[in-house]
């Protein structure tokens, strides 16, 4: 899991991933800038983008071949608890152990 764009663009040269779960609203580098410098490096990476703001274009990231998700947000605009499952999924903590399917 990643705290910023720029982080992201560094964990894709040096992390092998089969899929990446991209927050639109990434901190720094984001967006569709971010999906098109994640492209370049990894062009065969598959990317499922997601957002809490239904009004974000998601038809610029989708011509870049991600599929795209609205999420729902719970209170202060934060996601509901899905990403932080995700992360904690990945790290091997109480929602799942890293590599499991």
């Known amino acids: 899991m990643?705290?910023?764009g720029l982080?992201?663009?560094g964990a894709v040269g040096?992390?092998?991933?089969?899929l990446g779960i991209l927050d639109l609203e990434?901190?720094?580098?984001?967006g569709p800038l971010l999906v098109s410098a994640?492209?370049?490096l990894a062009p065969g990476l598959s990317?499922?983008?997601v957002s809490t703001k239904p009004?974000?274009?998601a038809r610029a990231v989708s011509q870049k071949g991600v599929a795209f998700a609205t999420l729902p947000s719970g209170p202060e605009g934060a996601p509901f608890p899905f990403l932080t499952e995700l992360a904690q999924m990945g790290r091997g903590g109480p929602a799942?152990?890293?590599g499991s399917t």
């Not at 990434?26 to 984001?30: E, S, V």
């Open 2 to 4: 990643c705290e910023s």
């Open 7 to 9: 982080e992201v663009l």
């Open 14 to 18: 040096v992390v092998a991933l089969d």
């Open 26 to 30: 990434t901190p720094g580098l984001g």
């Open 38 to 40: 994640i492209k370049e």
């Open 47 to 49: 990317i499922v983008a």
């Open 55 to 57: 009004d974000l274009d």
């Open 96 to 98: 799942g152990r890293a």
